[in-house]
């Protein structure tokens, strides 16, 4: 081989190489690109938000949430059909298309919700003597383009969800109640139980991570709560355990007698009653009895009404468009209760404030074919209270407006979609707003400062404190009566044109009056709670 031979073999190696490396070169920078591609689709991936339900990704529901001022919310009827339920316009107890209220249904509980409003009411529709349970939050209904959306708390407290988001991986998980309970039932055969018990209220305590099981078969089985892990919080010893999911407790029964014990397992109330339900989680006060008789305790067990009467209370199906959630809890403050056939008030601190005289509360509608059964006018708290086929109505302390029950008629009508309140009386009927304005009672969005003097009777009397004599009864009703008489015909023909120097003057007047009013009422009650 001769030098130029050489020298074009060495260019011709030297070439190849030089191709050789431009390739790799190319294709490592092909690896690079793609791994930085991949590592960036990665990367986009694992922080796009995901909604994942019940263990599966879900696009469509995931396009509903929407976060506002911090906080994440979803249309509520929008998302109702991905968590089990049904949804309407209106209210469950007063159908209508009403686009302010909704309410969402499945075969076990309704929930009601409201524009602006920060609760929600829930009904156990698998109860036949369930009383709407009361859920707050901390932020209000809101309306988006007139569609009612709820915060991920609202959602997870009406739906009966857990709804969870973590900001870090920018990831939601919503987990419904019957997939838990499906999740968990195997584990409780390995915590040595036979199942998890399949009582609606029982399958919430799954959501606070707790569970109700059973051990044993049919009529031999007994009841324990054990939380997701097994650990024993109720040993399984009792004959019946039910959830209390708004007080967060156990209703507990072992020997035909019912307590009360704790998440922990302390005794909140002895085991010593014959039933046990709950008054209100608000005011805090059950409902206890024992021998056929009824009473009121506290959270703790302590007695605030002695179990001494027949009834605590009341049937309120018959007011059904009176829009009352709570049988017990009438006007904001008064439980109706009966002792043989007459029916007194207490307060919610425990305070008597209206003795056994009445003999039913609320207005049932009989000869009016326009007129609707009343029991309480809500937006001025007033309770309608009945003696002798005779009508009167009671502010919230239980103090009477009309100074005895005279109106022949006080009932409702609705025209329109509103509802409109009468007093009917000596064959006079005035406009029933109009007269607790004109005698100082107020909205409670007003304030709600209750006269303690009327104009329909100056002479006020305390419901405690009547007559002790036949004669002197009859005297004053009539007087009272003719009042009635005057004050509905003059306010009648002074509906549409009061002068706002006389209203001004009747409110001054009303609330002065209803400030001495409420000082003798709070009086009394401490006075009260002194003798307990």
Known sequence: MNLIEESFQNKEEKKKKRTTGIILGAIILVVIIIIAISAYLFYIQSTTMRLILDGQSNESLKQLVVFENGKMYAPIKEIASYLGYNSYNGEYSQRSED?????????????????GSDTIYKLDLTSDTANYEKVTFDDPIIAKNGILYATSEAIEKAFNVSFQYYQETNRIYIYTMPYLVQTYSPRVLDFGYTAISNVFPNQKAVLQDMIVVTKGENDNSIYAVVDVNGNTILEAKYDNITYLPTTGDFLVESDGKVGILGSKGETRVQIMYDSISLMDSDVGLYVASNNGKYGAIDLRGNVKIYIENDEIGMDISPFSQNDIKNKYILAGNLIPVRKGELWGLYDINGNQVVDFTYDSFGYIAKSNKDALNLLVIPDYEVLVACKDEKYTLLNSMGQELFGAPVADDIYMTISGGQ???????????????????????????????????????????????????????????????????????????EQNQETSQEGTEEQQNGGEEGQVQEGQGDQTSQEGQEQS
């Open 99 to 115: 686009q302010s209220k909704c309410y969402i249904q499945n075969e076990n509980e309704v929930a009601n919700f409201s524009l």
């Open 419 to 493: 509802k409109h309140y009468y007093i009917a009386a000596n064959n006079q009927t005035m406009d029933a707003e109009v007269y607790l304005n004109n005698i100082g009672v107020r909205k409670q969005s007003e304030g709600g400062t209750v006269s303690g003097n009327t104009s329909i009777n100056n002479n006020t009397t305390s419901n405690n404190n009547t007559s002790n004599t036949t004669n002197s009864t009859n005297t004053q009703n009539t007087q009272t009566e003719q009042n009635t008489g005057e004050q509905v015909q003059e306010n009648s023909g």
